[in-house]
Structures are given as structure tokens and as C-alpha cells.
């Protein structure tokens, strides 16, 4: 991708490079997500997807290269100021404690308090817009013990909107949750996306193993083989049969009838017969 100056990426790579032990995920990435882009990470278990997420969050280093949020490389942020600039929905979320869902979605409004750390109006009044987003406003006094796993998980991306961090890094986002409440999370964050997104200038970076889904709803795709290749662009040029086929391991053809498009697992000799 060609840089843009009239819109400078959120988050950039340059030359990064991902290892589990001795295995390479991702090999020399230089990669940029702008304003109003949906991406989606895709590819196998273990070719690397959370890695990735959690490098491009800051939460690990890569073997080389790095990551830089709004052209600052990320060990040169604060953890508040970048706080302040994304967020992130980890893909496991355990709660050990008892709460309200409300309370739960205010934690992540920590990087925006100040004095003494108290909840002020505009911070609650940010949580129930969140949680409404999500159409989650009658679980507001709800304890998130009693959730369960797809009401949780759906809490946790209310929590990384109430951040308010122009970008989100979702890893997995749609686990859990029945196809209903997929899609109506994908909408609300398109939405979220393209609302006055000449001056809030928000993108997402999120994986998923439904690549009709991603191609339904994301703008781009990063598809990743697991052993360091990837490929990265507009996400109907990115997850094709033959790509997605080569990532997974397994042969994929795309089905159409009029105006919609499936990737699908090819029948085997045996089973066409």
C-alpha cells in the first residue's frame, strides 16, 4: 500500500516479525490501517492471528521490526496516552469478581479520568451508550457472573467502545455468539466506522474464522499461512478460494446465486459421488 498523507494510518508496521520458539508467524510485515478501514485477520489455528493482535496492541515485542500508532513508534507512548488511542478486546475474558456490567464497561474509561480517579457523568454516559450499541442496555445492573459466555463477550466489545480510542484491536470478537448477535455486532461496528468518519477517523482490526462473514463486513483482510507469508488488501482480492484454500489447509471453491457469494469446503471425489 502506497502511504496517503491526506490520510495517515492509526497503526503502521514496518519489517515486523513474529516468532513462536523457533517457528516464524509473520515474516517482515510493513503493513498500514487508515481511517474508516475494517481489517480482518484471518488464517489457521496457530498461524498467529492473537500474536499479531497483542504485538500491534504492544502487549509483546516482535523478533524485528515495529509498530508504530499515529507514526510514534509504541515504546515511545505512555501507557495512558495510548490508552487513549486504542484499544483492545483480548480474546479470553474472565471475570473473577463480581459486578455490574455497568461498572464492568466504566473500567475502561480509566485512561480518560483524572484527579482522583472517580467516574464522572460524561463517563457514564459513555458506558450506556456503548452498552445500547450493543443493545445491551437492560443488562446494565445485570452482575457479570450471571452472564452467559455470548452476553459476556458481547460486554467485552462494549467495553473497548466506551474506551473511546479512535482504534479498536478485536481479537475474536464474534466468539460465542450465535449468528443473530454476529452480525448484529458487525453492524454496529460498521456503523461505528463510518459515522462522521472525517473527524473521528476510526478503523478495526479484528480476527475471525468466518471468512463470509469477513468478506460480508470488512473492508481489507491480512491472511496469514503460518509459516511467515501473508497477504494483505482489499478482502474479496485477499480471501479468494485459492488463497484461503492454501492458509487453511483445505480446498475451498466460491459459490454465487445473484448477488451473494460464499466460500465454501469442495466436495471430496468420494462424497460428490
Not at 121 to 132: G, K
Request: proline residues 4%; glycine residues 8%.
Amino acid at each position: 500500500m502506497k502511504p496517503d498523507s491526506r490520510n495517515p494510518p492509526l497503526i503502521a508496521t514496518r519489517a515486523l516479525t513474529l516468532k513462536a520458539g523457533a517457528r516464524t508467524l509473520v515474516d517482515s510485515l510493513t503493513h498500514r490501517v487508515h481511517a474508516g478501514e475494517i481489517w480482518c485477520v484471518a488464517g489457521a489455528n496457530g498461524a498467529g492471528k492473537t500474536t499479531l493482535i497483542g504485538a500491534l496492541a504492544g502487549l509483546h515485542a516482535g523478533a524485528a521490526g515495529q509498530v508504530e500508532v499515529d507514526g510514534v513508534e509504541l515504546r515511545d507512548w505512555s501507557p495512558v496516552q495510548l490508552a487513549r488511542r486504542r484499544a483492545l478486546m483480548p480474546q479470553d475474558v474472565r471475570d473473577a469478581f463480581s459486578a455490574s456490567v455497568l461498572d464492568t464497561v466504566l473500567l475502561n474509561r480509566y485512561p480518560h479520568l483524572s484527579g482522583w480517579g472517580w467516574e464522572g457523568a460524561d463517563d457514564r454516559a459513555a458506558a450506556h451508550a456503548a452498552l445500547a450499541t450493543l443493545g445491551l442496555e437492560a443488562f446494565a445492573a445485570r452482575d457479570v457472573l450471571s452472564l452467559s459466555g455470548g452476553e459476556r463477550q458481547r460486554v467485552a466489545l462494549a467495553a473497548a467502545l466506551c474506551q473511546a480510542a479512535p482504534l479498536l484491536l478485536l481479537d475474536e470478537p464474534l466468539a460465542h455468539l450465535d449468528l443473530h448477535h454476529q452480525i448484529a455486532c458487525l453492524e454496529a461496528l460498521t456503523q461505528w466506522v463510518r459515522a462522521e468518519a472525517e473527524a473521528a477517523r476510526r478503523a478495526i482490526v479484528f480476527s475471525c474464522h468466518d471468512l463470509n462473514l469477513a468478506r460480508r463486513y470488512a473492508t481489507h483482510a491480512l491472511l496469514l499461512d503460518g509459516r511467515g507469508g501473508h497477504h494483505a488488501g482489499r478482502v474479496r482480492e485477499v480471501l479468494t478460494p485459492e488463497r484461503a484454500s492454501a492458509a487453511l489447509g483445505h480446498p475451498l471453491v466460491l459459490i454465487r446465486e445473484g448477488a451473494h457469494e460464499a466460500l465454501v469446503p469442495a466436495l471430496s471425489a468420494d462424497t460428490a459421488r
